[in-house]
C-alpha cells in the first residue's frame, strides 16, 4: 500500500524558513517523479514543484522560484521541500505527491496521483 508522510510544518515568521520531508513506502520511491503541492485556507489545490526520478530535474511555480528547493534522497526514500524567505502567502497545507504513472515526467496537478496526510505551515508575526 502506498504511504506518504509529511512532516516538519510548523509556525514560522515572514522571512523565516522550514523544511519539510516526505516519508515514502509501499513502492519503488525511485521509479517515481515526486511532487509537493499545496492548499491556502479556502482555496484549491496549486502545485508547488517537481523533481525527477533521479533528481537532476527540477521545475517551480513561479510564486515560490528562488525561494523554495525541492529534493530527494532514493536510497531513504525520502523527498524534501526546503522552504525560505517564507511570506504570509506561502501559508497553506503542504502535500506530497506521487506521480500517477511511473518512469514519467510530472509537473501539475493534472498528473498527480497519491498525496499524503499532510504538514501545516504558518507564517505570521
Known amino acids: 500500500e502506498v504511504a506518504l508522510v509529511e512532516s516538519g510544518g510548523g509556525l514560522v515568521q515572514p522571512g523565516g524558513s522550514l523544511r519539510l520531508s516526505c516519508a515514502a513506502s509501499g513502492f519503488t520511491f525511485s521509479n517515481y517523479t515526486m511532487n509537493w503541492v499545496r492548499q491556502a485556507p479556502g482555496k484549491g489545490l496549486e502545485w508547488v514543484s517537481s523533481i525527477s526520478i533521479g533528481g537532476s530535474a527540477t521545475l517551480y511555480a513561479a510564486s515560490v522560484k528562488g525561494r523554495f528547493a525541492i529534493s530527494r534522497d532514493n536510497v531513504k526514500n525520502t523527498l524534501y521541500l526546503q522552504l525560505n524567505s517564507l511570506k504570509p502567502e506561502d501559508t497553506a497545507i503542504y502535500y506530497c505527491?506521487?506521480?500517477?504513472?511511473?518512469?514519467?515526467?510530472?509537473?501539475?496537478?493534472?498528473?498527480?496521483?497519491?498525496r499524503g496526510q499532510g504538514t501545516q505551515v504558518t507564517v505570521s508575526s
Open positions: 505527491a506521487r506521480a500517477k504513472a511511473p518512469r514519467t515526467w510530472c509537473d501539475g496537478l493534472t498528473c498527480v496521483g497519491e
